[in-house]
């Protein structure tokens, strides 16, 4: 369910949704807590993702200027086995691959779930913002190459399912 608007006195919030089959309606409470992403706080009105609040709460715009927020990327990919463990090491659990498009790794917590988390952020993940999916995958694919010393070939031929979310371009998120 998507708000489109928040209206608020003492005592009561309405808020106008869309439900996800595109029906719009009202829900109205006592008090709200709302926890939104700083980039759809921030969006101005009419902007896709943008939330009207009416009134603006004393303070909030002043709040919301000194606030700040990246652009992010992650990308998840889940491989046949994890290559990246070695039978006479400690776990690996965070990798840094300095450099690449993806630098930062981490390993997912079940042994059974060989699963990889490449994550990006600022002026980078801005760049990438918009990039078809085989695209980010490639780009990942030469990260792990990069920090781990190894074909990109080699890791591609191992993949065996991939998912990323471009939050930059997500009017729910925006960043």
Request: neutral net charge.
């Amino acid at each position: 369910t998507t708000v489109r608007s928040l209206r608020w006195r003492p005592g009561e919030i309405t808020a106008a949704v869309r439900d996800p089959d595109h029906a719009d309606r009202e829900v109205t409470a006592s008090r709200a807590v709302i926890t939104l992403p700083l980039g759809v706080l921030k969006a101005p009105p009419g902007a896709p993702g943008a939330i009207l609040m009416e009134p603006e709460p004393p303070g909030w715009s002043d709040a919301l200027r000194a606030l700040e927020m990246g652009a992010a990327h992650r990308i998840v990919l889940r491989f046949d086995s994890a290559w990246w463990q070695r039978p006479d090491a400690p776990p690996v659990s965070f990798i840094h691959g300095p450099g690449s498009a993806f630098p930062v790794w981490w390993v997912a917590a079940q042994e059974d779930a060989p699963h990889l988390t490449g994550w990006c952020g600022g002026p980078r993940a801005t760049s990438l913002a918009g990039r078809a999916p085989e695209v980010m995958r490639q780009a990942a694919v030469d990260s792990l190459a990069v920090t781990f010393g190894r074909p990109a070939r080699e890791i591609a031929d191992r993949i065996r399912g991939a998912h990323h979310h471009d939050w930059v371009l997500d009017p729910l998120s925006l960043g």
